[in-house]
């Protein structure tokens, strides 16, 4: 889940640095956002705890740009 999260952010995340002065781009704002976002899906609810903490994770790799 983790490295899937990750993936599919990165490049996201990249183009934000990009297209923001990197002055002005947030990583943990980013990240912030993009964690309420997941917790506020309906999927959200039914999925595992340890796929939960695995999708924080892909987040926050994303965000500092390196998928593990």
């Known amino acids: 889940m983790r490295r ?3 993936q599919s ?3 996201s995340f990249d183009q934000d640095k990009q297209t ?3 002055e002005s781009w947030d990583a943990e704002q980013a990240i912030a956002d993009t ?3 997941l917790r506020a899906s ?6 595992r705890d340890a796929d939960r903490a695995g999708a924080v994770a892909g ?7 390196a998928c593990i």
Do not use: M, Q, Y
């Open 42 to 47: 309906p999927e959200w609810k039914t999925t």
């Open 4 to 6: 899937t999260v990750c």
């Open 59 to 65: 987040v926050r790799d994303a965000a500092n740009g």
């Open 35 to 37: 964690i309420e976002t």
């Open 9 to 11: 952010l990165i490049a």
């Open 20 to 22: 923001l002065a990197s």
